[in-house]
């Protein structure tokens, strides 16, 4: 028999570095889970991808057990490590802080493309110049 879920938690924690200290340790202590099992396991799987924000899902079951996925980055930090940009503008508008070529948005809708609401390329690129533009970035036509 399939165990029963009680809850999904949804965080952003930096890959290789999860520790019991905010976010995940209030998130996961409030549920009653074993922090650091956690954070060894998701430390354990994501060393790879060191010092790169990365979203997790956290599915908690009834007997305190629990298992996660990771997804990609969120975009704009896929957009800021393809362009080697330290941060997006404030005013996207006014100030241009960078500038992406069509290659450079194919590659990053690519590595995003699993996490994405998209059924081509195409539709996933839209998305990530839409993501540049409102960071400041001018994206080639």
């Known amino acids: 028999m399939a165990k029963k879920i009680k809850t999904k938690i949804k965080l952003q924690v930096i890959a290789g570095q999860a520790n019991p200290a905010p976010p995940v340790g209030p998130a996961l202590g409030q549920h009653g889970l074993n922090i650091m099992d956690f954070c060894n396991a998701f430390n354990e799987k994501t060393k790879e991808q060191m010092g790169t924000k990365l979203p997790v899902v956290i599915t908690v079951y009834e007997d305190r057990t629990f298992d996660f996925i990771t997804k990609q980055p969120p975009a704009a930090e896929l957009i800021k490590k393809e362009i080697n940009l330290k941060k997006g503008s404030g005013s996207s508008k006014k100030e ?23 059924n081509s390329i195409e539709q996933a690129m839209k998305i990530i110049a839409g993501t540049a533009r409102s960071m400041g970035v001018e994206v080639e036509k």
């Open 96 to 118: 241009k802080v960078g500038k992406m070529t069509k290659d450079q948005v194919r590659r990053v809708a690519e590595a995003k493309m699993e996490d994405l609401n998209a």
